[in-house]
């Protein structure tokens, strides 16, 4: 019915404070996650590639490992880790960041290694010869060259630790929920105006997200990420 459409759950999301608090928090959280994650597996993937250290290959192999973890099973890893001195994060913003960044951390290595497989190992062989090292190899020519596709890795990364509910729901409380909590906590008290409301700001947030990163990058990164 015409009656029943209304902007009031909208206003509702932007001036209460659990709703407000929650969206900040999505999206401060998932964006350090995503930088944490883009960082971590540009690193692992580069040492690996390029068999920088003995067994480098392990590196890699720990880095898509989080894949095959249940999230629910992956906080749980967490909550028994980190809910105990010495190290005290449960409470804390730090715990749903690094679990977000640990979750998403295989998908942005898998585009790291893919991203690095288009660059000519020469480049890289000509500055060694030159007296570079490898760091300052990596830092003044490969992710010069890479950093379209590292922009691109970390929309990816950001996109699901945004909407990311299987490890939120065990490690967060009443002062770092984040959106997915908040829908999933209306949603089983039967509150679905809310839950509607929640479910279409996230959509467009993530549909904002990808048209800026388009318009930046271009449709040829993103569907190179597609098809790693």
Same mark, same amino acid.
Do not use: K
């Given at each position: 019915?015409?009656?029943?459409?209304?902007?009031? *759950?909208?206003? *509702?999301?932007?001036?209460?404070?659990?709703?407000?608090?929650? $969206?900040?928090?999505?999206?401060?959280?998932?964006?350090?996650?995503?930088? $944490?994650?883009?960082?971590?597996?540009?690193?692992?993937?580069?040492? %690996?590639?390029?068999?920088?250290?003995?067994? %480098?290959?392990?590196?890699?192999?720990?880095?898509?490992?989080?894949?095959?973890?249940?999230?629910?099973?992956?906080?749980?890893?967490?909550?028994?880790?980190?809910?105990?001195?010495?190290?005290?994060?449960?409470?804390?913003? *730090?715990?749903? $960041?690094?679990?977000?960044?640990?979750?998403?951390?295989?998908?942005?290595?898998?585009?790291?290694?893919?991203?690095?497989?288009?660059?000519?190992?020469?480049?890289?062989?000509?500055?060694?010869?030159?007296?570079?090292? %490898?760091?300052?190899?990596?830092?003044?020519?490969?992710?010069?060259?890479?950093?379209?596709?590292?922009?691109?890795? *970390?929309?990816?990364?950001? $996109?699901?630790?945004?909407?990311?509910?299987?490890?939120?729901?065990?490690?967060?409380?009443?002062?770092?929920?984040?959106?997915?909590?908040?829908?999933?906590?209306?949603?089983?008290?039967?509150?679905?105006?809310?839950?509607?409301?929640?479910?279409?700001?996230?959509?467009?947030?993530?549909?904002?997200?990808?048209?800026?990163?388009?318009?930046?990058?271009?449709?040829?990164?993103?569907?190179?990420?597609?098809?790693?």
């Amino acid at each position: 019915m015409p009656g029943n459409l209304t902007l009031h *759950w909208y206003r *509702w999301a932007l001036e209460n404070a659990d709703a407000r608090h929650a $969206i900040q928090h999505s999206l401060t959280y998932s964006a350090v996650a995503a930088t $944490i994650a883009t960082t971590l597996a540009f690193f692992t993937a580069y040492v %690996a590639r390029r068999r920088l250290l003995p067994g %480098a290959r392990i590196l890699g192999f720990i880095a898509v490992a989080p894949f095959v973890v249940p999230g629910i099973i992956l906080a749980i890893g967490f909550f028994a880790a980190y809910a105990r001195p010495p190290l005290v994060l449960y409470g804390t913003s *730090w715990m749903l $960041i690094i679990a977000f960044a640990t979750r998403f951390l295989p998908i942005a290595y898998s585009g790291s290694e893919s991203a690095l497989r288009s660059v000519d190992v020469d480049l890289e062989h000509a500055a060694r010869t030159l007296g570079s090292t %490898a760091l300052r190899t990596f830092a003044r020519i490969t992710l010069p060259l890479l950093r379209r596709n590292v922009v691109a890795i *970390w929309v990816v990364a950001f $996109i699901p630790a945004l909407r990311e509910l299987s490890s939120a729901v065990f490690l967060f409380t009443p002062t770092t929920a984040v959106i997915t909590n908040l829908i999933f906590d209306l949603s089983d008290g039967g509150n679905f105006e809310p839950v509607s409301t929640l479910g279409v700001i996230m959509m467009t947030l993530t549909f904002g997200i990808i048209a800026v990163a388009y318009r930046l990058l271009g449709r040829t990164v993103f569907s190179q990420r597609q098809g790693a």
